[in-house]
């Protein structure tokens, strides 16, 4: 692959030459979960202040035809992790000017939908508003959400998020993971978007989020990756190696 850096061209070595930097490889790595971890984190807080509030439940028309399979809303999380962390990952190994551009605008709508949360105010799809009934402490409940081990193996975020969350994070992530997709070529492409596609089945069939949810995410996904992938490129020019 062919780069800019600082006006010179440099060949980027490609993943399974021996001189290819796989140092950086997991440094970006460790670099991207630490940032990552604490968006998400950060995004929490305003999320549980909302569930605390009474929302509305809201009529919609997609979900009314489509039925809710139990299984599916089970393992809803498990499906999002397959088609969001092996892409990812696929994308560092491949190109981290790249990936370092992702994360980075993955990291910000993830804070963005931190705020958008609480200005909806939504009620659950399928659930009475139990939250609203039963206040929980909310730093005990923060610290059970991002332990990696409980909100995996106990669920924690199917029990203590009963709230729609407004824009639909499974949809945001995958979708973005598409667009930047575009760069590694038609092939890869497809199928990061098969997935996101398998993702968006998986929201329906679960009555995970509102129809609502799930075109503003892609609305509000589809604005700031070219807003904020063009400020990247613009700011910081070693992150850039070719434009969209």
């Known amino acids: 692959m062919i780069c800019?850096?600082?006006?010179?061209?440099?060949?980027?070595?490609?993943?399974?030459?021996?001189?290819?930097?796989?140092?950086?490889?997991?440094?970006?790595l460790a670099a991207a979960v630490l940032f990552r971890y604490l968006c998400h984190s950060l995004m929490l807080i305003p999320v549980l202040f909302n569930e605390l509030r009474p929302a509305p439940h809201l009529p919609d028309l997609v979900l009314a035809a489509v039925p809710r399979l139990s299984w599916v809303a089970r393992w809803n999380y498990y499906f999002w992790i397959a088609c969001y962390f092996p892409p990812a990952f696929y994308l560092l190994y491949r190109d981290r000017r790249l990936f370092a551009r992702f994360i980075i605008i993955d990291g910000v709508i993830s804070l963005i939908?931190?705020?958008?949360?609480?200005?909806?105010?939504?009620?659950?799809?399928?659930?009475?508003?139990?939250?609203?009934?039963?206040?929980?402490?909310?730093?005990?409940a923060w610290w059970q959400l991002v332990n990696p081990y409980k909100a995996l193996v106990h669920d924690t975020a199917g029990i203590l998020l009963t709230k729609?969350?407004?824009?639909?994070?499974?949809?945001?992530?995958?979708?973005?993971?598409y667009l930047y997709s575009r760069r590694l070529g038609k092939r890869e492409s497809r199928v990061f978007l098969v997935l996101q596609l398998f993702c968006l089945l998986v929201v329906f069939f679960s009555h995970l989020?509102?129809?609502?949810?799930v075109i503003g995410a892609y609305a509000i996904t589809f604005t700031v990756f070219i807003l904020g992938d063009r400020w990247l490129c613009q700011k910081f020019p070693r992150l850039e190696c070719r434009p969209f």
């Open 4 to 28: 800019l850096n600082n006006g010179k061209i440099a060949a980027l070595p490609k993943p399974g030459q021996d001189e290819y930097p796989w140092r950086v490889f997991f440094g970006y």
């Open 113 to 140: 939908r931190g705020l958008m949360i609480p200005l909806t105010g939504l009620g659950p799809t399928h659930r009475p508003d139990v939250n609203a009934l039963r206040p929980f402490d909310l730093w005990p």
């Open 209 to 213: 989020h509102y129809t609502i949810d």
């Open 164 to 177: 729609d969350m407004f824009f639909s994070g499974h949809i945001a992530t995958t979708f973005l993971l």
